[in-house]
Nanobody
Framework: QLQLVESGEGLVQPGGSLRLSCAAS????????IAWFRQAPGKEREGVSC????????KYADSVKGRFTISRDNAKNMVYLQMNSLKPEDTAIYYCAATVLFRLCLYPRYMDYWGKGTLVTVSS
């Protein structure tokens, strides 16, 4: 059974850092593009970042460029999202997802598999 499980939930002050992890089971992350999405209360789910399986190419939403870094560890079957310089507007539930379409990897409708999410709260 293919499964994605996020971890790294936390409360952090503005300007702080947090690392989210996405553990895959039932498939290997080197066969899929893995993406991170987030959904804040009352807002639509938005693409944050994604990483390609074959060459490690990445994409980022403009709102997180320069602050967030996506990476993968194929040996551990894990994908990570390092979040620095966090802002209150980064508060959301963060989801990892898998797709085969790198060119559309920041669009929720093109994801094939989803995790259940992990909550990130940025507040003083």
């Amino acid at each position: 059974q293919l499964q994605l499980v996020e971890s790294g939930e936390g409360l952090v002050q503005p300007g702080g850092s947090l690392r989210l992890s996405c553990a895959a089971s039932g498939f290997t992350v080197d066969k899929y593009v893995i993406a991170w999405f987030r959904q804040a209360p009352g807002k639509e789910r938005e693409g944050v970042s994604c990483i390609r399986n074959n060459n490690g190419s990445t994409k980022y939403a403009d709102s997180v460029k320069g602050r967030f870094t996506i990476s993968r560890d194929n040996a551990k079957n894990m994908v990570y999202l390092q979040m620095n310089s966090l802002k209150p507007e980064d508060t959301a539930i963060y989801y990892c997802a898998a797709t085969v379409l790198f060119r559309l990897c920041l669009y929720p409708r093109y994801m094939d598999y989803w995790g259940k999410g992990t909550l990130v709260t940025v507040s003083s």
